[in-house]
T-cell receptor
């Protein structure tokens, strides 16, 4: 069975400081992992994905995530937050040969000027 | 432009009045899916389709129907909507099986059932 746990429902950071959004997953097989971002009243946009290649994955807008199998984690980071990063972020898991995607409950990121 | 479109974007209806939300993609993707998004619950998969005439239940299929008669279209049907189906709905498509492939999402349909 697959599941995703986003450890923080809300994160607040000051502009220019690092961002850390935490995600733990559970998967019976080799997982594919994704981070999506949803800006207010918008659809979902892919930030980055892990599909069994390099464990450190770089995405758009300066975000990156590291796949750690031993910790079953896929945390999202950014060195310096920008006001435009304020949004809802979703961690998603899918099995490599699976037919379903499983979303975490989301982390709302607030960036304080 | 590669995209997933949904219609309508906003819908207010009453309990029991059948409705259909359309979804169309222009990327020749095989896999399509419907989700509902509710506060604090993230996105939950309603139904998905691996290809034409192949559909399967997701995690929350009760009260919904789907069909996949053409590759590009994947409508979501609520035969008898109820207030607990008030939600934000997203359609998504991806080129192959779920694993490893990026999902492309539509803009969402906000449904209110009175």
């Amino acid at each position: 069975a697959q599941s995703v746990t986003q450890l923080d429902s809300h994160v607040s950071v000051s502009e220019g400081t690092p961002v850390l959004l935490r995600c733990n997953y559970s998967s019976s097989y080799s997982p594919s992992l994704f981070w999506y971002v949803q800006h207010p009243n918008k659809g979902l946009q892919l930030l980055l994905k892990y599909t069994s290649a390099a464990t450190l994955v770089k995405g758009i807008n300066g975000f990156e995530a590291e796949f750690k199998k031993s910790e079953t984690s896929f945390h999202l980071t950014k060195p310096s937050a920008h006001m435009s990063d304020a949004a809802e972020y979703f961690c998603v898991v899918s099995e490599w040969t699976g037919n379903q995607f499983y979303f975490g409950t989301g982390t709302s990121l607030t960036v304080i000027p | 432009e590669a995209q997933v479109t949904q219609n309508p974007r906003y819908l207010i209806t009453v309990t029991g009045k059948k409705l259909t939300v359309t979804c169309s993609q222009n990327m020749n993707h095989e896999y399509m899916s419907w989700y509902r998004q509710d506060p604090g619950l993230g996105l939950r998969q309603i139904y998905y389709s691996m290809n034409v005439e192949v559909t399967d239940k997701g995690d929350v299929p009760e009260g919904y129907k789907v069909s996949r008669k053409e590759k590009r279209n994947f409508p979501l049907i609520l035969e008898s909507p109820s207030p607990n189906q008030t939600s934000l709905y997203f359609c998504a498509s991806t080129s192959g099986a779920a694993g490893g492939d990026t999902q492309y999402f539509g803009p969402g349909t906000r449904l209110t059932v009175l």
